[in-house]
């Protein structure tokens, strides 16, 4: 009993002593050597007393960091037991500088020089993934802030800031760099689309995804911000008479909703290039050091000579037309030191959605380049500046909660972060396409240029007639390339079938779009606007409004 007191308080000199005394009274007292005894009995006062002094505080122990790790050392451990180690996906490599981040962490990877580049490291991002039991988009992978080729950055996410919507909060174009803010990405740096470099000349633009990726948004976003800009002026084109973002209609500078307007738009734009170009060759102006220089080499906008932005949505059926796909890349080519640019909206950014033109492609591939979820599982080698370290098609198109994920995407232009942005999302674009503000205009000069075409769009939008071919399919000439003209007799002969086919798909529907019918029967979309108002003059079809058609028994039969 005496023992188990003893013990049960923690006072081992006092449980000691009481074994002694135990062992003492076994062996009996007289056959206990007199020193023991005395040992004995002096150990469990003495135990007792010396276990109840206060005892000096210990520092508390070090709190334990929370999450998939718990020291830095560990993020070490794992990468050298399953990347760096050959036969890993980065054999010889190493983390440097790992730091705390909000919604993870970040590091450096240093790769061996002379046998891995930054290459190397943007396609291992899948094993990277499994070697921290994590999600493929929860790791990031991009080139080191410096271009080293022996050098990449890791962003491991453990919570991704991106699932929520991030809003538009107002315009920030900033006039002293040529940029405006379109989104965040996810180690919460801002993405950036830029309009124009300084002392340089303007930027072209490709924004690619699949339906309900986010493209609408970002148009939404940059029309805002070339509106309220006072130094660029927008022209939207949309052969899909403006479905996606509808608001901007009324707002645009020009909109031209059908592939007859649309290229009588581009065929202004290159008339302002010309006239810009003639212009700008005689102009004389002083440089910073005061010397008198004749001709200007590069364009940067002001009030008085504004940035002539052309955005075109669902651009494969734009430049599937010659003359069209011709001027797209003469913008691209020559448009950025004359103040002239082009952004083309494509759900893939393939060779054949950018009508097979090599030079529209090459233009593309240096300039603002934003990749949504896509359709296409070779979206990530398709014409881009480089390789992206996630492939668009694997964006999710939900949330695990069910929530959309449009908006998601990357910004993959040339010298470009490569990591997953969410792009601002304008919550009341039609507040910004109306809101007062002073909007810039083109110079008198260039409204000149552009001809009556420009003048009176918003007419022809009104009746019907921007769907109407007028003239020639080119009406400026181009010295370096002459255009196939198709002969009289081809067209004729083309016209037959689709009269037929058009007046009999007529009889069977109620209403029907021009670009329905179109798509449907297999027919060019000029050469059933044209039958249609050929069948309107006989008598045969009504349009019920623009683009909109009936055969013209059954909007009798009607009235």
Same mark, same amino acid.
């Given at each position: 009993?005496?023992?188990r007191?003893?013990?049960?308080?923690?006072?081992p000199?006092?449980?000691?002593?009481?074994?002694l005394?135990?062992c003492?009274a076994?062996?009996?007292?007289?056959r206990t050597?007199p020193?023991?005894?005395?040992?004995a009995?002096?150990a469990?006062p003495?135990?007792?007393?010396?276990?109840?002094r206060?005892?000096?505080?210990?520092?508390?122990?070090p709190a334990v960091?929370?999450?998939?790790w718990?020291?830095?050392d560990?993020?070490?451990a794992?990468?050298?037991?399953?990347?760096g180690?050959?036969?890993?996906?980065?054999?010889?490599?190493?983390?440097?500088a790992?730091?705390?981040?909000?919604?993870?962490?970040s590091?450096?990877?240093?790769?061996?020089?002379?046998?891995?580049?930054?290459?190397?490291?943007?396609?291992?991002t899948d094993?990277?993934?499994s070697?921290?039991?994590v999600?493929?988009?929860?790791?990031?992978?991009?080139p080191a802030?410096?271009?080293?080729?022996?050098?990449?950055?890791l962003?491991v996410?453990t919570?991704n800031?991106?699932?929520?919507?991030?809003?538009?909060t107002?315009p920030?174009?900033?006039?002293?760099?040529?940029?405006l803010?379109?989104?965040?990405?996810?180690d919460?740096?801002?993405a950036?689309?830029?309009?124009?470099?300084?002392?340089?000349?303007v930027?072209h633009g490709?924004?690619?995804g699949?339906?309900?990726?986010g493209?609408?948004?970002l148009?939404?976003?940059l029309c805002t911000?070339?509106r309220?800009?006072?130094v660029?002026?927008?022209?939207?084109?949309d052969p899909?008479?403006?479905e996606s973002?509808p608001?901007?209609q009324d707002?645009?500078?020009?909109?031209? =909703?059908?592939?007859?307007? +649309? /290229?009588? &738009? $581009?065929?202004a734009?290159?008339r302002? #290039?010309?006239g810009?170009k003639?212009?700008?060759?005689?102009?004389?102006?002083?440089?910073?050091?005061?010397?008198?220089?004749?001709?200007?080499?590069?364009?940067?906008?002001t009030p008085?000579?504004?940035?002539?932005n052309v955005?075109?949505d669902e651009?494969?059926?734009?430049?599937?037309d010659?003359?069209?796909?011709r001027?797209?890349a003469l913008i691209?080519?020559?448009?950025r030191?004359?103040?002239v640019?082009?952004?083309?909206i494509?759900?893939?950014?393939?060779?054949?959605?950018l =009508?097979?033109?090599?030079? +529209? /492609?090459? &233009? $593309?591939?240096?300039?603002?380049?934003? #990749?949504?979820r896509?359709?296409?599982k070779?979206?990530?080698q398709?014409?881009?500046?480089?390789d992206?370290p996630?492939?668009?098609?694997?964006l999710?198109e939900?949330?695990p909660?069910?929530?959309?994920?449009a908006g998601?995407?990357?910004?993959a232009?040339?010298?470009?972060?490569?990591s997953?942005?969410r792009?601002?999302?304008?919550?009341?674009?039609?507040?910004w396409?109306?809101?007062?503000?002073?909007?810039?205009a083109?110079e008198?000069?260039a409204?000149?240029?552009?001809?009556?075409a420009?003048a009176?769009?918003?007419?022809r939008?009104?009746?019907?007639?921007?769907?109407?071919?007028?003239?020639?399919?080119?009406?400026?000439?181009?010295?370096?390339q002459e255009?196939?003209?198709e002969?009289?007799s081809?067209r004729?002969s083309?016209?037959a079938?689709?009269?037929?086919?058009?007046?009999t798909?007529?009889?069977?529907r109620?209403?029907?779009h021009?670009?329905?019918?179109?798509?449907?029967?297999?027919i060019p979309?000029?050469?059933?606007s044209?039958t249609?108002?050929?069948?309107?003059?006989?008598?045969?079809?009504h349009q019920?409004?623009?683009?909109?058609?009936?055969h013209?028994?059954?909007?009798?039969s009607a009235?």
């Amino acid at each position: 009993m005496l023992i188990r007191y003893c013990y049960a308080r923690r006072r081992p000199l006092a449980t000691i002593g009481a074994a002694l005394l135990l062992c003492a009274a076994g062996l009996m007292i007289d056959r206990t050597p007199p020193g023991a005894l005395a040992v004995a009995l002096l150990a469990i006062p003495l135990g007792t007393v010396v276990w109840a002094r206060p005892r000096r505080a210990e520092p508390p122990a070090p709190a334990v960091p929370t999450g998939i790790w718990t020291t830095y050392d560990d993020r070490s451990a794992v990468w050298d037991e399953r990347v760096g180690v050959q036969g890993g996906a980065l054999p010889g490599s190493q983390l440097l500088a790992i730091t705390g981040e909000t919604a993870g962490w970040s590091a450096t990877i240093a790769l061996p020089p002379g046998q891995l580049t930054t290459g190397h490291a943007l396609a291992a991002t899948d094993r990277i993934a499994s070697a921290y039991s994590v999600s493929a988009g929860s790791i990031v992978v991009e080139p080191a802030l410096g271009a080293e080729q022996n050098r990449a950055r890791l962003l491991v996410l453990t919570t991704n800031p991106l699932r929520a919507i991030q809003p538009f909060t107002g315009p920030r174009l900033d006039h002293a760099s040529g940029r405006l803010p379109i989104g965040t990405h996810a180690d919460g740096t801002t993405a950036w689309w830029r309009l124009w470099t300084p002392g340089s000349g303007v930027c072209h633009g490709l924004i690619a995804g699949t339906t309900g990726s986010g493209k609408s948004g970002l148009v939404n976003l940059l029309c805002t911000e070339i509106r309220v800009s006072g130094v660029a002026v927008l022209w939207l084109a949309d052969p899909e008479q403006g479905e996606s973002v509808p608001d901007w209609q009324d707002a645009a500078d020009w909109f031209a =909703g059908t592939i007859p307007e +649309i /290229r009588r &738009m $581009l065929q202004a734009a290159e008339r302002i #290039m010309n006239g810009r170009k003639r212009r700008r060759a005689r102009q004389t102006w002083i440089d910073d050091l005061g010397r008198i220089r004749r001709g200007r080499g590069h364009f940067d906008p002001t009030p008085g000579e504004p940035q002539l932005n052309v955005i075109i949505d669902e651009s494969p059926d734009v430049l599937a037309d010659p003359e069209c796909r011709r001027i797209v890349a003469l913008i691209g080519k020559k448009g950025r030191k004359l103040g002239v640019s082009v952004t083309v909206i494509a759900q893939v950014p393939s060779l054949a959605e950018l =009508g097979g033109d090599l030079t +529209i /492609r090459s &233009m $593309l591939s240096s300039t603002n380049i934003v #990749m949504f979820r896509t359709s296409d599982k070779l979206s990530k080698q398709m014409g881009l500046p480089q390789d992206l370290p996630v492939n668009p098609a694997n964006l999710p198109e939900a949330w695990p909660d069910g929530t959309s994920t449009a908006g998601l995407g990357y910004v993959a232009s040339a010298g470009g972060r490569l990591s997953p942005v969410r792009v601002h999302y304008v919550q009341d674009p039609y507040y910004w396409a109306t809101a007062p503000v002073e909007v810039a205009a083109l110079e008198p000069t260039a409204v000149q240029d552009a001809g009556a075409a420009f003048a009176t769009w918003r007419d022809r939008r009104g009746t019907g007639q921007d769907e109407l071919e007028d003239g020639p399919l080119r009406s400026v000439p181009d010295p370096n390339q002459e255009p196939e003209r198709e002969p009289e007799s081809a067209r004729e002969s083309e016209r037959a079938p689709a009269h037929d086919a058009i007046l009999t798909a007529l009889t069977r529907r109620e209403r029907v779009h021009t670009g329905v019918l179109a798509a449907e029967l297999d027919i060019p979309l000029p050469t059933a606007s044209q039958t249609l108002h050929r069948l309107e003059r006989q008598g045969l079809a009504h349009q019920v409004r623009p683009g909109i058609w009936t055969h013209a028994a059954r909007s009798a039969s009607a009235g």
